[in-house]
């Protein structure tokens, strides 16, 4: 799993996330996540090509559940 953070304040899903917020890019996201946030693969990328966020890690996958 790769891990991004927000250098910016960023906008998903009609909500605010300040500079410094943790999001988790995954291939399914759940709305209610908050810890960290999950966001989709394209989402990522376009914030990483606006330069809006930063890759912080790679972790290895985990199952779900």
Same mark, same amino acid.
């Given at each position: 799993m790769q891990r991004i953070v927000a250098k910016t304040l960023v906008w998903l899903r009609e909500q605010p996330h300040e500079a410094g917020t943790e999001f988790a890019v995954v291939?399914?996201? /759940?709305?209610? /996540?908050?810890?960290?946030?999950?966001?989709d693969a394209g989402t990522a990328s376009l914030w990483l090509r606006h330069k809006t966020a930063e890759v912080v890690a790679s972790l290895p996958k985990k199952g779900r559940g």
């Open positions: 291939e399914v996201p /759940a709305p209610a /996540a908050t810890d960290p946030v999950e966001i």
